[in-house]
């Protein structure tokens, strides 16, 4: 029986506005904006994906008053002037056309705006901010008075230019650490004026900038973005909040959007790792919804229909955004609405959204072509009467075959196991990291219906291949095990901890076992906590310091992950040493001075690397056959990079057999 959402698609009216159903489309930077502010042809395709998609509001990313004083990043938008406004009027018709209504979100970085990006180099925030490490050097400049007064007015002035361009409603980012947080915030705010000083003249400034805002709007709705809880010490708690709430209605806010967190100090909570509980924001959305009476937006880590759909049945709140679910399967709430929330590709908060290598442009990890809607789709016809061979079924190859297939290709896809899902297994295998699965059991369903013909327990050999005749090959191999050059490294209780976490060793760890992990990377830090959650007791051995642990992960998870090792009781990280023989029930290492010590140990879980898995590639070439390497068969990478390597591997294939497209021009 298909499930009816029926609260999470029922209508609600915000004042004079009626949106469609509850889900919102949280606002997130891009990256796609020109860097003198405007709307860019690749935002409008962007956000015109999501309003097909199905959301019934999409609330356009952080625009800048005041880029010369507040600009956060390059390509932020901006709106303090009309020399934009053409943008935001094709973009507010691309989503209207769509079915989605539109609010523009207003923001000014304050003493989080880099000096690069500002007109005179110069930082200013709520009060003065001294380097930590060098005392004497000024970092942040206190705002005059009359620079507050005219933000007051810039504020106003961008929300009546978001409202000819005709936007449905304008939010405030009220959150995350930015300028009108940091006013309200004593973390930030120790001056002692008309703007600061005790909590009543700390409101002060957001107060004015919302009378601003609500006098250039008229009755169009308003909403806030607010971080419900700051989660750092001496800063805002849910109790302070909800009473700061009260008084943002009482100035003209009609709709509160519950976030959390304060950038960089517990950016965890505005971003969270995957291991933070589905819904966890969800009773802070309730607490302000409690105190204010007004419709309050629950957003962050909501994953499935159902958690939206309950969350406003039970009172938690009146809509849902999502944010990095939205840039994962843009049509989220259709495939919700139409009773299919298992075709929904599913965020695993894996945040390669945020890597700092792909911080120059919006992206996803499973959904290469979130921030690249112009390209053109896959043409179906491409590969008729043409066959595509994929060697292994990770990540990488999974979605490779099933865009071949998409395109027409006759798909084989081999893997060696006699399962799907090659690295996803051991990446979902570590504690907190269980999202992971959801994307393979996703994976595996696609290909099930899909039409692509697997050939599983199959380690497939280039004459094999060869054979077969086809038009092309994709390898999506993986890696294989690497020697070390350890004495000792093919004994019984030496494992690659890699086949551990695939579940691919005889080896079962339990209560009392005595496990040495050697390599502090991110696979060795997560096979201690696997080990650890077994009942083993751990000692990590790391070449590395120990502030260099799982250097290569993202960075929430990582520091996550390196908090929960150092806080351990089953896990002791030894840093700065070398293991160097494997014994009868012993490891034995040597520190950076060349002493030797001794460890008990029932179990040595190697975790120092593997190499890339192409030799069939190499053979495949050599014959002449047109071979596409992707994943860690080409280069050692995450989740997203092999899934991307796949999608970069079919764009070349549209190249070779595509047709040409002529100019429009």
């Known amino acids: 029986m298909k499930k009816a959402y029926t609260n999470l698609f029922s209508p609600i009216q915000l004042g004079s506005l009626k949106l469609k159903n509850r889900v919102v489309m949280a606002p997130m930077s891009t990256s796609l904006g020109g860097i003198d502010g405007r709307v860019t042809p690749d935002q409008i395709a962007f956000y015109q994906e999501r309003a097909r998609g199905g959301f019934g509001l999409i609330v356009v990313e952080f ?52 000096a690069k990006f500002l007109k005179d180099g110069i930082v200013r925030g709520p009060s003065r901010v001294w380097s930590r490490k060098d005392p004497t050097k000024l970092v942040v400049e206190e705002m005059d008075d009359a620079l507050v007064r005219r933000l007051v007015d810039a504020f106003g002035a961008a929300a009546g230019r978001a409202a000819r361009a005709g936007y449905d409603g304008i939010e405030l980012h009220g959150a995350h650490g930015y300028l009108l947080s940091q006013f309200m915030s004593p973390l930030s705010n120790q001056r002692d004026d008309a ?38 010490e001496g800063g805002l708690d849910i109790d302070d909040t909800a009473q700061i709430c009260r008084h943002l209605v009482d100035a003209g806010i009609d709709i509160i959007h519950a976030s959390t967190g304060r950038g960089p100090q517990s950016f965890d909570k505005v971003m969270e790792p995957m291991s933070a509980p589905e819904g966890w924001r969800l009773p802070y959305a309730r607490r302000l919804r409690e105190a204010t009476g ?15 759909e309950n969350a406003i049945a039970d009172g938690d709140c009146d809509l849902v955004a999502l944010g990095r679910p939205s840039l994962t399967d843009p049509y989220w709430p259709a495939k919700a609405q139409a009773g299919t929330p298992e075709l929904i590709r599913p965020c695993t908060t894996c945040n390669f959204c945020i890597a700092a290598e792909n911080l120059h442009r919006v992206t996803c990890a499973e959904n290469p072509r979130t921030g690249r809607e112009l390209q053109a789709p896959i043409p179906a016809d491409l590969g008729i009467g043409k066959k595509a061979i994929v060697v292994g079924a990770g990540p990488g190859g999974i979605s490779t075959a099933l865009m071949l297939i998409e395109a027409g290709f006759e798909t084989h896809l081999y893997e060696a196991r006699e399962t799907l899902g090659g690295g996803i297994i051991a990446s979902g295998a570590p504690p907190g990291k269980e ?66 976490l695939m579940g691919d060793s005889d080896v079962t760890l339990g209560e009392g076992d005595r496990v040495v992990v050697y390599g502090g990377g991110e696979t060795g830090c997560e096979a201690s906590e696997f080990a650890a959650a077994r009942g083993a ?35 002791t990280v030894l840093a700065g040493h070398h293991l160097v023989r494997i014994g009868d029930r012993l490891a034995v290492v040597r520190n950076g001075d060349g002493a030797e ?31 596409h390497i992707i994943g860690d068969s080409r280069q050692g990478g995450r989740i997203g990079d092999a899934v991307h390597d796949g999608y970069e591997a079919m764009r070349a294939i549209i190249a070779r057999y595509g047709k040409i497209q002529t100019a429009l021009c």
């Open 537 to 571: 007791m751990v000692t990590l051995v790391t070449r590395s310091r120990a502030d260099q642990l799982a250097r290569s992960a993202e960075m929430v998870y990582r520091s996550n992950l390196v908090d929960r090792l150092m806080r351990h009781d089953r896990i």
């Open 195 to 232: 703007w600061g000083g005790d909590a009543e003249r700390r409101m002060a400034f957001p107060i004015a900038v919302i009378k601003s805002v609500r006098e250039a709007i008229g009755d169009l709705p308003f909403c806030y973005r607010i971080s419900a809880d700051e989660f750092v």
């Open 597 to 627: 010590s001794e460890l008990e140990a029932d179990y040595v879980l190697l975790a120092q690397g593997r190499d890339r898995q192409s030799e069939i590639a190499d053979d495949l070439i050599a014959r002449g056959i047109p071979t």
């Open 435 to 500: 999202l992971l699965l959801r994307y393979r059991d996703y994976l595996d369903r696609q290909v099930t219906k899909s039409g692509v013909c697997t050939h599983v327990g199959h380690a497939v050999t280039a004459d094999e291949v060869a054979a077969l005749s086809p038009d092309l090959v994709v390898i999506a191999a993986g890696t294989r095990r690497r020697s070390h050059g350890i004495e000792g490294e093919d004994s019984a209780m030496a494992v690659e901890a890699y086949d551990l």
């Open 294 to 308: 007004v419709p309050v937006i629950g957003v962050g880590q909501i994953r499935l229909p159902e958690t939206a």
């Open 63 to 114: 625009t800048s008053v005041d880029p010369d004083t507040g600009r956060t990043e390059l390509h932020q938008l901006s709106l303090e002037s009309d020399r934009n406004l053409d943008g935001h009027y094709r973009l507010v018709d691309a989503l209207h056309e769509s079915g989605a209504k539109a609010f523009l979100q207003l923001q000014h970085g304050g003493r989080f705006s880099p």
